[in-house]
């Protein structure tokens, strides 16, 4: 597509629920981020997938969280049994091999609010 | 650790003023800078990409510099208009180590253009 395509926009979910957040990066990128953006506070890196290559996990905040992507294209954030604490939006970027040359292109995000 | 500073926070100006915002790294070994906007409940927007041997990068009204050695870059907005408002992020991609896909990001600076 033309852009990174992230969903839902929005999700209100009750706490102690799943959630899945969806991110369908730009064809062609290889490399896909997961970023968070809680309130007041700046992007904090999560997850990291650069083509068959394993992820770097080591932003996931607990083993509540975890992220995959299917054929080195689309990548599912999932949340378990949610806390509000997690409530923030979910940022997804991509951008193509040559990571010197190129910077991030992010999708619109998620929205999740844990009520 | 590298820590990215944003100065001011926020900033209120009239409209067709011309007006400056500041990033400050703590780590000069960066590969580049990136200028974001993100508009109230969206994504990122990327702006301006400065790699580290350039010294500036224009986009129309936009004018990124970076002082990579003083670890500051300036983004430079010409003749503001209402549609500037937003709020403005800077990035810094590290150089060394096997992790130099992750940005660092400053907590950005909230521009209010009035008409």
């Known amino acids: 597509g033309a852009g990174v395509s992230q969903s839902p926009s929005n999700k209100v979910t009750e706490k102690g629920k799943d959630v899945e957040l969806r991110c369908d990066p730009i064809?062609?990128?290889?490399?896909l981020y997961w970023y968070r953006q809680s309130l007041g506070q700046g992007l904090e890196f999560l997850i990291y997938?650069?083509?068959?290559?394993?992820?770097?996990k080591s932003g996931l905040p607990s083993d509540r969280f975890s992220a995959e992507r299917t054929g080195g294209s689309v990548s599912t954030l999932t949340i378990q049994r949610t806390q509000q604490e997690d409530s923030a939006v979910y940022l997804c970027?991509?951008?193509?091999?040559?990571?010197?040359?190129?910077?991030?292109?992010f999708g619109s995000g998620t929205r999740l609010t844990v009520v | 650790k590298q820590e990215v500073t944003q100065i001011p926070a926020a900033l209120s100006v009239p409209e067709g003023e011309n007006l400056v915002l500041n990033c400050s790294f703590t780590?000069?070994?960066?590969?580049?800078l990136q200028w974001f906007r993100q508009d109230p409940g969206k994504g990122l927007t990327s702006l301006l990409l400065?790699?580290?041997?350039?010294r500036e990068q224009t986009s129309g009204r936009l004018n990124a510099s970076l002082d990579k050695s003083s670890g500051r870059s300036t983004l430079y907005i010409a003749a503001s208009q209402p549609g500037d408002s937003a709020t403005y992020l800077c990035a810094v991609r590290p150089v060394s180590g096997g992790s130099n896909y992750k940005l660092t990001f400053g907590k950005g600076t909230l521009l209010t253009v009035n008409p």
């Open positions: 400065i790699q580290s041997s350039q």
């Open positions: 064809s062609g990128h290889t490399a």
């Open positions: 970027a991509s951008s193509p091999l040559d990571i010197s040359n190129y910077g991030y292109t």
């Open positions: 780590d000069s070994a960066i590969y580049n």
């Open positions: 997938f650069q083509g068959n290559s394993a992820p770097d």
